[in-house]
Every structure is written in structure tokens, then in C-alpha cells.
């Protein structure tokens, strides 16, 4: 149960857009349509902003969006804002009742 | 409104035992399947168990097999995980989360975490 692979790090001005990608194996992001998108702010819970690959909560932001191709799926932040300065994890389902998370990402708004 | 509220956290001995409880409201629990998601000081988020709205179907990551054990209270809307032989690394904080109606393919709803934290 390796952790999805995601990069440290990605920093944008606001008003630019970034795309934070998460890659996994056949066994999980790419098997299922089940990858979800939390954001995390420091001392706070978790918040989901994706699901299903590519669906956005009602309630939650269109400047958020999903996509994924193969065993990676991604996460696109457009209009970028100071408060988007956040945590950011992608989780998989992985089969038997099983699900795997990113290692997270931090969003550096500049 | 939905609350989901985690208690039972603490400091611990290695190898020893602790008992984590998340009591719900605001919803129909006995409808929706739960989990339990840590997270080690300043590290990333870990899944830890799931189980099945019914509470016959269950899953826990592979290095808490036959250490923890996920069960839940349909009546009283309670959710506990049961953590025996603990060891150092499963300090984190432990938030309980509410899934999708469904397909309970994500963590819809979290709770504000419990602390637990394994040292001599």
C-alpha cells in the first residue's frame, strides 16, 4: 500500500491557474473512478472538493475541477486565490474494501 | 447539520490499548458507511478502516491488520476503532469521516480529530 505520488510542492500568483497531479498503478487510480480531492488547511479537517474523478460537491467552488488519464488523475485550480494557500491530497479507492492516499501537496500562493 | 465528533484519544504506552469513539448526529447513520483517517505530526493523510453501513463488511490498511479493529453502533450512531499493541508510528491524529451515500467512493463529511499518542 504505497502512497500515490504527488509532487511537494506548486506555487502560483493569484489569478493564475495549477494543476497538482497525482499518479497511482492499474490497481487503483487507474482501475477505479473513484479518485476524490481533499483540501487541507493547517489545524483544520480535511475537505473534499472532488470525487468520483471528476465530480465537485455542490457547494464547492467551480474554480475547482478534476480530470484524470490513465493512472493519473489531477487537480486544476483556476482564478488562484490567497485563501487556496492550503494542503492539497488525492485519495483512490485500491479494491477489497481498501483506499490509498497521496502523500498531499502544498499550494504556495505567491 | 451534520456533527461527527471524535473522543477517546490520549497519550499511550507502546504496546498498550485505547479505545476511539465518534458520535454522530444530524443524519441517519445506520445508512452510510464510515472510516477512520490519520495523520501523523506533520505528515500526510493515512486511511486507516472502513466498514460497511451494515457493519458486515470491514477493511484496515495492511500495518494495522490484527491491531485495530473498526466497529460501529447502529442504534446508539456511534463509531469506534479498537487499537491494541500500539506502536510509536500510529501516533497521529485520527479523524472519523462519513461517506458518500451509495457508492461510498469518498470521505464526504469529517469529524475535528482525536490526538493519540503512543510513548513511553
Known amino acids: 500500500q504505497s502512497a500515490l505520488i504527488q509532487p511537494a510542492s506548486v506555487s502560483g500568483s493569484p489569478g493564475q491557474a495549477i494543476t497538482v497531479s497525482c499518479t497511482g498503478t492499474?490497481?487503483?487510480?487507474?482501475?477505479?473512478?473513484?479518485v476524490s480531492w481533499y483540501q487541507q488547511h493547517p489545524g483544520k479537517a480535511p475537505k473534499v472538493l472532488i470525487y468520483e474523478d471528476i465530480k465537485r460537491p455542490s457547494g464547492v467552488s467551480p474554480r475547482f475541477s478534476g480530470s484524470k488519464s490513465g493512472n493519473t488523475a489531477s487537480l486544476t485550480i483556476s482564478g488562484l486565490q490567497a485563501e487556496d494557500e492550503a494542503d492539497y491530497y488525492c485519495?483512490?479507492?485500491?479494491?477489497?474494501?481498501?483506499?490509498?492516499f497521496g502523500g498531499g501537496t502544498k499550494l504556495i500562493v505567491l | 447539520q451534520m456533527y461527527l465528533v471524535e473522543s477517546g484519544g490520549g497519550v499511550v504506552q507502546p504496546g498498550g490499548s485505547i479505545r476511539l469513539s465518534c458520535t454522530t448526529s444530524g443524519f441517519t447513520f445506520g445508512s452510510y458507511a464510515m472510516f477512520w483517517v490519520r495523520q501523523p505530526p506533520g505528515k500526510g493523510l493515512e486511511w486507516v478502516a472502513f466498514i460497511r453501513s451494515d457493519g458486515f463488511a470491514q477493511g484496515h490498511r495492511d500495518s494495522v491488520k490484527g491491531r485495530f479493529t473498526i466497529s460501529r453502533d447502529n442504534y446508539k450512531g456511534t463509531l469506534s476503532l479498537q487499537m491494541d499493541s500500539l506502536r510509536p508510528e500510529d501516533t497521529a491524529i485520527y479523524y472519523c469521516?462519513?461517506?458518500?451515500?451509495?457508492?461510498?467512493?469518498?470521505?464526504?463529511?469529517w469529524g475535528q480529530g482525536t490526538l493519540v499518542t503512543v510513548s513511553s
Open positions: 469521516a462519513k461517506a458518500n451515500g451509495g457508492s461510498y467512493s469518498y470521505f464526504h463529511s
Open positions: 485519495c483512490s479507492y485500491a479494491g477489497s474494501n481498501t483506499w490509498i
Open positions: 492499474g490497481n487503483d487510480v487507474g482501475r477505479y473512478t473513484f
